[in-house]
């Protein structure tokens, strides 16, 4: 058997939005949109993508499932997140060597530090 392994479902209030932000933020491609979803790529024939689904109450918790992001310089990758609408968010991690932060609806995300040579 095998599987490939195609995308990850955000289920989203307002899925365009979302989708929209996180195609500006990762710089991916659109290659679904409707009013109940929104499917981004980094590009067309790449995956796996991010598929924003419409659901209607918001997040009520801390997140089960997040992306974690190596940038090639954490600060400045966070700056520019932080531009673009994203929060730093504290959800206990304590003093940690990434940086969790959260898009437009409370999903939690890290960006992580230099990889360890």
């Known amino acids: 058997m095998t599987l490939e392994w195609e ?7 307002d ?3 979302l989708g929209q ?6 710089g991916w ?7 109940d979803e ?16 419409r659901i209607a ?7 089960r ?8 310089d954490q600060a400045a ?5 932080e531009a673009h609408c994203a929060k730093r968010v504290d959800i206990g991690q304590g003093d940690q060597s990434w940086v969790v932060m959260a898009d437009p609806e409370g999903n939690e995300f890290c960006v992580l530090g230099r990889r360890k040579q």
């Open 15 to 17: 899925p365009v939005a």
């Open 38 to 53: 929104f499917e981004i790529r980094p590009e067309p024939d790449r995956m796996p993508g991010l598929d924003f689904v």
């Open 21 to 26: 932000w996180w195609a500006d933020a990762l």
């Open 7 to 13: 995308q990850v479902i955000v289920h989203a209030v």
């Open 29 to 35: 491609v659109v290659v679904y949109s409707s009013d």
């Open 57 to 63: 109450e918001a997040k009520q918790s801390k997140s």
């Open 77 to 81: 990758e966070v700056a520019r997140l």
């Open 65 to 72: 499932l997040h992306l974690d992001f190596r940038p090639d």
